[in-house]
């Protein structure tokens, strides 16, 4: 009865719980439901969305200055004329903007550009006018001018966000030409489609005095918004409809107290059925599980005893069932367990059982066989500290703790164990956990398996596996019937082809044009008949490209000997063919001309010489262009390299019969047939008759031919390249342009100026020089106020002109020492003279050896000092060819040498090729008029316009000028009609020896008409 009661008690206690909730609930919500609360939440969302609205309005002005700004970037590729022209914008590019309007427009205020597009697409009305009626879109020319504006304004009675900025003429100057202008509408389009986008009611602008929704639907915050004036033009309002006020808190009222009325009558009949049907019936049955439970095992026939024939009746014949049941699942259990001990005793795998303290207390027969430690000895042992390293413990103490926080293992793991012998073997790991009638984990179960050959033999395979797909060389691998079926990544990178694409296909999809059958058909020979095959294969990659590889091939063959598959691993060597090629290409052919180099010719001249007989007649052309080295200072070594191109490509077309070999500078050559040279020669000098352009300057050049015929000029390479080149430079110094045939008296005038060579290196040490002196002669008074040292060589053959000692000392680089040898010479003998005449100068000659020397201004300064000479009283004197080699670095030259403060004077001017620009820049002090000049004056006009053109450029300049070659008076009279300052010539005098200048400057007589009557200064 006590049990029925509290049943009945807590049923009529829990109805009333729930009823009291449910009735609290209903409060609560009337209570949620009055008029503040619903407008502090109606207030709420409407903040929010304010808050949303006013910052889309921010980011849609933000994009709008970014639009106008991004096109500002482009400025210096679109700059808007003045006169409106659009230079590169288009209308493709404004359509990808999301703005409704753009418009440029000058200062004026005159429409430029005018670009329509969404809500103002079919807008008829004047946008420039409407727009410009509030707002001055005109920017002032001030430090901010090219800030962008941007602000809401009203148009066309809706709001208008506009942004706008100046923009620049085209013409570089960066003035303003007027203004770029962008307009996006936020009409009631606008502000639908916002609401529809963020699922909100009632979010615009409102115009001051103009509303665009009903108030009684919703519940609205608001907000003042400016316009581009800073004026509180606009009021942003945002809200959410009042649902929640429709609901009629009276009919809420209602329905809570019919609700509560019907829930205490359902209490009162639900607890009077439980009473009469259900409460008597369950005390039996719990009375009868009660005497059940007490009995001491399942395999009693104790039951459970109701009667009746009602659902309680039916529950305890359930539950009779179930014991029953019960009792042969025990007997069913006991069966499987013996069956399951007997399966892990005689499991292959190891197993091992520990409990929570970590000892063993479960180690089968495999454990045994595996670890040599037997059952007796291990059980009870603590397994960590008989198996396993510190190392193993960590790795294992670790898994089982993660396991048992999550009561499940995250599947195999490895752990190897120390067996008894002392070695380690590895093993793979399953386990479970065994739990206790209370679900707590009480054992640990480990089935283990030895993977020790396994994972050896893994990570060879995996190291086989990394070798195979990161080795740079292709590898295929084909089955006996030469189908593929493995390739790595090197071959997939190397013929394009994917491994998907070439599985199952024969190799033979790779083949290129460039081998045959036969050889296919002997590789394969070879291959079957060796196992092994190696060469250089060429392949097609994937795009038909084709490239040379080298491959090796081997056979795999099983126990028996039976092919089973081919192995081919190739690499690419096609750079290395390639640079093969270019190691040839530079070798053996000039990298400016392409035509074959000196070693080429030699190559090719010695195999035509090996079949020569005596009546051969082939005949070695060796050619080069005459004054070339001034054409090159002239244009520049860029300009000259491009013409010897275009020379040499003349040179092919003229001369295809023969083989063209450039070797070396502006010298070519080619071997002919004797009977060949004549009609190679007038072929050549027909190609160069007509004039090369380059870089719009006509250069006419002309070549001059040494010719060797073997085997009479010689019998070797050398010997014919000798006596062709002496046959060349014989040429040379005779005429330019011609040709010429090798002689035996050339070989003796080439070996008369090596002796003459030889006799220059002695003539400086054993005193053979001397220098002789020209008088300098002012012409307004006749005064002699210099000589021009001249050097002169008395060899021990007699006196040798300086034209043929002085260019051979050139080019053997004794005008070194010889020139250093004038200068010191020439100043102190100018010091000398100095005491008889203190306004004497001497002038000295500087060869371009002596001007290239990074010393000359320390040497110049030195010999001014070893003698005490002034430096004004040296003149040093230079030639046109000397300055425009490199303009700059004869700049810097001169300035060093002005600073010294001698003077400076350009030697035979006129002859050169130099610009007369440059007379501007350098330092100059004197102009000396060549002699080749004033020969043919006054007979020649030419040479007459010559000089005085010198003479007048000279006066403008305000340089003075030397006039050398002066031979008769007619000379003299025409330099002093046009106030020439000196002369020298063989008028006033000759270049004498030191003892007969004294005395002609002693005796201060001069032939000049104009010199006559003048009193010499002493």
Request: aromatic residues 10%; contains cysteine; proline residues 2%.
């Amino acid at each position: 009865m006590s049990m029925s009661m509290s049943i009945r008690a807590k049923t009529f206690l829990g109805i009333l719980v729930t009823m009291a909730l449910l009735t609290a609930a209903f409060g609560f919500s009337l209570r949620m439901f009055s008029q503040q609360n619903i407008q502090r939440v109606e207030s709420h969302f409407g903040q929010q969305g304010l808050l949303r609205v006013e910052n889309l309005l921010k980011e849609k002005q933000q994009d709008l200055e970014a639009f106008v700004n991004s096109i500002a970037i482009l400025d210096r590729l679109w700059h808007f004329s003045s006169s409106g022209e659009d230079r590169s914008l288009h209308k493709k590019y404004f359509a990808s903007i999301p703005v409704d309007f753009i418009l440029i427009f000058d200062n004026t205020q005159h429409l430029s550009y005018q670009f329509q597009q969404h809500r103002f697409e079919n807008y008829s009305g004047n946008i420039q006018a409407e727009l410009g009626s509030s707002v001055n879109l005109i920017c002032s020319p001030d430090a901010d001018r090219l800030k962008v504006r941007s602000g809401l304004v009203i148009f066309d009675h809706q709001p208008l966000l506009i942004a706008f900025r100046q923009i620049n003429q085209l013409d570089g100057t960066d003035s303003p030409a007027g203004t770029l202008v962008m307009g996006l509408s936020l009409g009631d389009d606008f502000w639908t489609q916002v609401n529809e986008e963020w699922q909100m009611h009632g979010s615009l602008i409102h115009l001051n005095g103009e509303k665009y929704s009903d108030e009684k639907t919703y519940y609205y915050t608001s907000k003042t918004l400016n316009d581009l004036h800073g004026e509180p033009s606009f009021t942003l309002r945002s809200g959410n409809y009042r649902f929640i006020r429709s609901f009629s808190q009276h009919n809420l009222v209602l329905f809570l107290g019919l609700f509560a009325f019907s829930s205490v009558i359902i209490v009162f009949i639900t607890q009077l059925i439980l009473d009469k049907l259900v409460l008597a019936r369950l005390i039996t049955l719990g009375n009868s599980l009660e005497k059940v439970g007490n009995e001491e095992a399942l395999d009693s026939q104790a039951s459970v005893e109701l009667e009746g024939d009602d659902e309680i009746s039916a529950l305890g014949d359930n539950i009779n069932q179930m014991l029953s049941r019960l009792r042969a699942g025990d007997l069913l259990l006991s069966q499987q367990d013996q069956r399951f001990s007997d399966m892990i005793e005689h499991s292959g795998l190891v197993v091992v059982a520990i409990d929570y303290a970590s000892r063993i207390i479960l180690f089968n027969h495999a454990a045994e066989k595996a670890t040599g430690y037997q059952r007796d000895e291990v059980m009870n042992q603590n397994f960590f500290e008989l198996f396993t390293s510190s190392e193993t413990a960590e790795l294992l103490g670790t898994y089982i703790a993660e396991a048992m926080a999550t009561k499940e293992f995250s599947g195999d793991f490895h752990a190897s164990l120390l067996i008894r012998d002392g070695s380690v073997r590895e093993f793979l790991w399953d386990a479970i956990f065994e739990y206790n009638e209370h679900g707590d984990i009480e054992n640990f179960i480990g089935f283990g398996r030895d993977v020790t050959e396994a994972k050896a033999i893994e990570r060879r395979l995996k190291l086989i596996n990394k070798v195979f797909e990161n080795t740079a060389e292709a590898i295929v691998i084909t089955d006996r019937d030469n189908r593929i079926v493995e390739v790595n990544q090197a071959f997939i990178s190397m013929s394009g082809y994917s491994r998907s694409e070439v599985i199952g296909y024969n190799p033979s999809f790779l083949q290129s044009s460039h081998h045959d059958r036969t050889f296919f058909r002997a590789m394969w020979d070879e291959l079957l008949r060796r196992g092994h095959w190696e060469g250089e294969l060429w392949n097609r990659r994937k795009d038909g490209q084709e490239y040379v590889t080298w491959v090796t091939i081997d056979t795999i063959r099983d126990a028996e000997g039976t092919i089973k598959n081919f192995f081919s691993i190739s690499s690419d060597i096609s750079q290395i063919k390639d640079a093969e090629k270019q190691l040839h290409q530079l070798a053996y052919y000039d990298t400016l001309t392409q035509l074959p180099n000196r070693l080429s010719f030699i190559q090719q001249l010695d195999e035509h010489l090996l079949h020569c007989d005596e009546a051969c007649n082939l005949a070695v052309m060796v050619l080069d262009l005459d004054s070339f080295k001034l054409v090159n200072e002239s244009l520049g070594p860029v300009l000259a390299d491009k013409l010897l191109q275009m020379f040499a490509e003349r040179l092919v077309l003229c001369s295809s019969d023969a083989f063209l070999a450039r070797i070396g500078g502006d010298e070519f050559a080619l071997i002919a047939r004797k009977q060949q040279v004549g009609h190679l020669v007038e072929d050549l000098f027909e190609c160069m008759a007509s004039p090369f352009i380059v870089e719009a300057q006509r250069v006419t050049l002309t070549t001059s031919v040494g010719v060797a015929v073997a085997p009479e000029d010689g019998e070797t390479v050398s010997e014919l390249l000798k006596n062709a080149n002496t046959a060349l430079y014989s040429i040379k110094e005779l005429r330019r342009n011609s040709i010429q045939y090798y002689q035996q008296a050339m070989s003796d005038l080439v070996t008369e100026r090596m002796t003459l060579a030889e006799m220059l290196r002695d003539a400086l040490e054993h005193n053979e020089f001397e220098l002789y002196y020209q008088p300098k002669i002012r012409l307004k008074d006749g005064v002699i106020v210099g000589a021009e040292a001249l050097l002169r060589w008395h060899s021990r053959d007699g006196m040798i002109p300086p034209d043929r000692f002085i260019p051979i000392a050139e080019q053997t680089g004794l005008i070194i020492p010889i020139g250093e040898w004038v200068l010191k010479e020439a100043c102190r003998q100018a010091k000398i003279w100095r005491q008889l005449n203190p306004d004497f100068h001497m002038g000295v000659n500087l060869s371009p050896a002596q001007f290239d020397l990074d010393y000359l201004p320390a040497l110049v300064a030195e010999a001014l000092q070893d003698c005490s000479l002034p430096a004004e009283a040296l003149e040093l004197e230079i030639t046109e060819g000397m300055i425009i080699e490199d303009i700059e670095d004869t700049i810097k030259i001169l300035n060093s040498l002005r600073d010294l403060g001698v003077e400076l004077s350009i030697d035979d001017f006129g002859t050169g090729y130099s610009s007369l620009s440059y007379l501007t820049r350098l330092p100059l002090d004197i102009l000396k008029i060549d002699r080749s000049f004033m020969e043919e004056v006054p007979h020649s006009r030419d040479s007459t316009n010559v000089v005085l053109s010198i003479l007048a450029l000279a006066r403008s300049l305000n340089l003075k000028v030397t006039a050398e070659g002066v031979e008769n008076q007619d000379h003299v009279t025409l330099l002093s009609d046009n106030r020439c300052t000196y002369i020298q010539g063989y008028f006033c005098s000759r270049p004498l020896p030191v003892a007969d200048f004294e005395v002609f400057m002693q005796q201060r007589e001069c032939r000049c008409i104009n010199c006559q009557g003048i009193t010499w200064n002493p």
